[in-house]
């Protein structure tokens, strides 16, 4: 990056008063001397500064400029990896067009009519057989969610613009998968009651919530570990021991529930839980004597 004209001056000015041999010559008169080394900003040899200093920076920056030139050369020359596409798709703006350079002019836009633009807010790229597998997500009402029809469209166009020619992408933007849980919760009669309500009135549903609310912070296309999920279910106050008898999943248009092992890695990206899918016995834990 270029230096300012002042810090190269500086710089000149630090040499020339740590240099004893650049002092004046003795062959000059003495008002050529006093012109030569006097420390006025308009002095003679101060100009000369000026005027190097002034050549330094043009030379610096016509090198910042052949930089960039040369970064946006092997940018499209390079073949891009997921994580590029994955930033291209979060950087997608509906309604707006792109340049001949694939991005958008943003000028005269306000960050916040930029960012309400930005309407994929979660985005995945997973390479299978040389295929692209895009995820994607919205949002409404900070919860994860499929992105409309007319989103779908202008997103499927904009990464058919912005792909690398001869690689194949398919975009994925589907409601979140299903889950069907069914737990076993040992609580503590002195904190939680039968229907699992905390007896100080806090909370009715604690344990729905702690597991509503890991689904919602869940990484996104992240893999759903059974034991991890039972790890955070047991924060709960009250809960001293949750046991997940059976867990199942559904996507799409399936009917059919398939059972998961220990993990899963979910089809649209989120997952999330319908009250009628969860299944919670309730079972209390006699206090040790």
Same mark, same amino acid.
């Given at each position: ?26 062959? @000059? ?21 000026? &005027? ?17 030139? &040369? %970064? ?41 009519? &930029?960012? *309400? ?32 029809? $007319? ?29 069907? @849980? ?20 806090? *909370?009715?549903? $604690? ?16 893999? @759903? ?5 039972? *790890? ?9 021991? $949750?046991?997940?008898? %059976? ?36 079972? $209390?834990? *006699?206090?040790?004597?």
């Amino acid at each position: 990056m270029a230096r300012s004209i002042n810090e190269i001056q500086e710089s000149i000015l630090e040499s020339i008063n740590s240099d004893t041999e650049l002092n004046a010559l003795e062959v @000059l008169t003495n008002n050529e001397k006093d012109n030569l080394t006097s420390t006025s900003k308009v002095s003679i040899w101060r100009l000369f500064v000026f &005027i190097i200093s002034v050549s330094f920076w043009t030379i610096e920056k016509l090198f910042d400029t052949l930089k960039q030139e &040369i %970064e946006e050369l092997l940018y499209l020359l390079k073949p891009h990896k997921p994580s590029w596409y994955r930033k291209k798709v979060l950087d997608f703006q509906f309604g707006h067009e792109l340049n001949e350079k694939d991005i958008y002019n943003n000028d005269g836009l306000t960050q916040k009519q &930029i960012e *309400d633009a930005k309407v994929v807010k979660y985005a995945a790229v997973v390479e299978i057989n040389s295929i692209l597998y895009v995820k994607v997500a919205g949002e409404n009402n900070t919860v994860r969610a499929k992105l409309s029809d $007319p989103q779908e469209a202008a997103l499927i166009q904009y990464i058919k613009l912005i792909r690398d020619a001869g690689v194949k992408v398919v975009l994925i933007n589907r409601d979140a998968d299903l889950l069907k @849980l069914e737990i076993d919760a040992y609580y503590n009669p002195l904190e939680i009651d039968a229907n699992g309500a905390r007896l100080d009135g806090s *909370d009715n549903e $604690p344990l729905q919530n702690k597991l509503k609310q890991y689904l919602k912070e869940f990484e996104f296309n992240g893999e @759903l570990v059974l034991t991890k999920l039972t *790890d955070q279910l047991q924060q709960v106050q009250g809960i001293e021991m $949750p046991v997940i008898k %059976e867990a199942y999943y559904k996507f799409g248009n399936q009917q059919d529930w398939t059972p998961i092992n220990e993990t899963y890695q979910s089809d649209a990206g989120h997952m999330k839980i319908n009250e009628d899918n969860l299944t919670i016995n309730w079972i $209390p834990r *006699d206090v040790t004597l």
